[in-house]
């Protein structure tokens, strides 16, 4: 398998850390987003995902985009450790935690959102910071809310072994960190964060341990 990737890529960073919980080998392809304009835009790589977004997965001659459907695509073809669970009404329940983050808080913070704020709309790096902030802070309060409000909520976001939601929470927390969000009120939501720090899948997978890693 070969990983195209960008060691601040949130959607990356969930593939990333799929792979190493399956334990599953691959080539990372570094696609830097910033340098000369991103290569994420050079021709040959829009060959690969019309898109323009990281991370393609290639496997079996075939390419794969969009980080949720590979990791589902990961989870069918590679069936253990599982990172859903058997009953329907938990993989419901794992997949809308999932996509509170991928869907609704990831979006309309990521990189391309946030040039387009300063570079087409003039906002200013205080304006630009104050947007991240707040779609962050109103997402994760979300998610701490499907976390506290559930028995089902353990160590990780769906009992006591990590799974597909905790794949997206880890991404969101570092990026949320790196602008210096108040994560003061999410308690629940921290532990979680803690405890799958605690796991070699979860560090390994980092930007900084990443082979493309900068300051």
Known sequence: M??????????????????????????????????????????????????????PLEDQGQVLTQSLAIIEYLEESHPQPALLPAAPLDRARVRAIAQAIACDIHPVNNLRVLQYLTRELDASEEQKNAWYRHWIGVGLQAVEAMLAGDARTGAFCHGDTPGLADCCLVPQIFNARRFDCDLSGLPRTMAVFDACMLLQAFQNAQPSACPDAEA
């Open 2 to 55: 070969k990983l195209y990737t960008y060691f601040r890529s949130s959607a990356a960073y969930r593939v990333r850390i799929a792979l190493n919980l399956k334990g599953l080998d691959y080539e990372a392809v570094p696609v830097h987003l910033v340098r000369g304009g991103g290569e994420h835009r050079q021709p040959a790589y829009l060959g690969l995902n019309p898109a323009g977004l990281v991370p």
